[in-house]
């Protein structure tokens, strides 16, 4: 019975890592993002020509089943007459929904397909700021270049975060509307999901092997600074 029990726990974990933090089995960055991505942002970010490279390449190789392009997100979040610090990332709704599958298309926090100025927000955030679900709003962040922005949005759903840390903070944004407010036409990182977890062990050398040598045609930009992670932040670097 409690090695059952342990199974299920660990079963559950596991999932909410992957799907519920959408972390993905594998991501790809560039090399230095983690250490310098924050101080130089435009440095570190795949753009569009390098995020075509890098979507086309992963997407070859066999047991790969999702390649997702995020971007971290953050700055205000106004109301009109009051303005609050919001943090979280961005998203297409189509890469959320194949990421959760039908398992777990029921859980709160979903992004609307077709809405891209649609955002889900957590609702300690909704109480303090008096957004409610339909309400509209305006977020504010400097752009990859440093100059400031703002961008109108409307709130798709609250939902809570189930952290206290982050449900009076936490914005999950279509990826469009992200970029917008970014001055973006890449991603900050690459997420990719994998036929299972298991296959990590196995899909990880080739995936690497394929990006050094995308990394080495005249077409990539910098390609040779991708470096692959697990969720477990065991790092492998091209």
Same mark, same amino acid.
């Given at each position: 019975?409690? /090695?059952?029990?342990?199974?299920? +726990?660990?079963?559950?974990? $596991?999932?909410?890592?992957?799907?519920? @933090?959408?972390?993905?089995?594998?991501?790809?960055?560039?090399?230095?993002?983690?250490? =310098?991505?924050?101080?130089?942002?435009?440095?570190?970010?795949?753009?569009?020509?390098?995020?075509?490279? +890098? #979507?086309? #390449? +992963? !997407?070859?190789?066999?047991?790969?089943?999702?390649?997702?392009?995020?971007?971290?997100?953050?700055?205000?979040?106004?109301?009109?007459?009051?303005?609050?610090?919001?943090?979280? /990332?961005?998203?297409?709704?189509?890469?959320?929904?194949?990421?959760?599958?039908? @398992?777990?298309?029921?859980?709160?926090? $979903?992004?609307?397909?077709? =809405?891209?100025? %649609?955002?889900?927000?957590?609702?300690?955030?909704?109480?303090?700021?008096?957004?409610?679900?339909? !309400?509209?709003?305006?977020?504010?962040?400097?752009?990859?270049?440093?100059?400031?922005? %703002?961008?109108?949005?409307?709130?798709?759903?609250?939902?809570?975060?189930?952290?206290?840390?982050?449900?009076? $903070?936490?914005?999950?944004?279509?990826?469009?509307?992200?970029?917008?407010?970014?001055?973006?036409?890449?991603?900050?990182?690459?997420?990719?999901?994998?036929?299972?977890? /298991?296959?990590?062990?196995?899909?990880?050398?080739?995936?690497? @092997?394929?990006?050094?040598? %995308?990394?080495?045609?005249?077409?990539?930009?910098?390609? %040779?600074?991708?470096?692959?992670?697990?969720? $477990?932040?065991?790092?492998?670097?091209?």
């Amino acid at each position: 019975m409690f /090695e059952g029990y342990f199974t299920y +726990v660990y079963r559950i974990l $596991k999932d909410q890592a992957i799907v519920g @933090e959408r972390l993905g089995h594998l991501t790809v960055v560039r090399r230095g993002f983690f250490d =310098q991505g924050t101080l130089d942002p435009e440095k570190f970010q795949l753009d569009a020509a390098a995020l075509e490279l +890098v #979507t086309r #390449t +992963v !997407r070859e190789v066999p047991g790969v089943k999702l390649v997702s392009p995020r971007l971290a997100v953050s700055g205000l979040v106004s109301n009109g007459t009051t303005s609050h610090i919001f943090i979280g /990332e961005a998203i297409s709704a189509e890469d959320q929904m194949a990421l959760r599958g039908a @398992e777990y298309a029921y859980l709160p926090g $979903k992004l609307a397909p077709g =809405q891209d100025d %649609a955002v889900v927000i957590g609702q300690k955030m909704a109480k303090i700021m008096g957004l409610q679900q339909g !309400r509209d709003g305006v977020l504010m962040a400097s752009t990859l270049s440093g100059m400031v922005n %703002a961008v109108d949005f409307r709130v798709g759903e609250v939902a809570n975060t189930g952290s206290m840390g982050t449900d009076d $903070k936490f914005a999950l944004l279509p990826l469009a509307l992200a970029r917008k407010l970014y001055g973006s036409d890449g991603a900050d990182r690459v997420v990719v999901l994998l036929d299972s977890v /298991e296959s990590i062990p196995a899909v990880k050398p080739v995936l690497l @092997e394929k990006l050094k040598a %995308a990394a080495s045609t005249p077409r990539s930009r910098n390609g %040779a600074s991708c470096r692959c992670i697990t969720p $477990k932040s065991k790092v492998c670097s091209t």
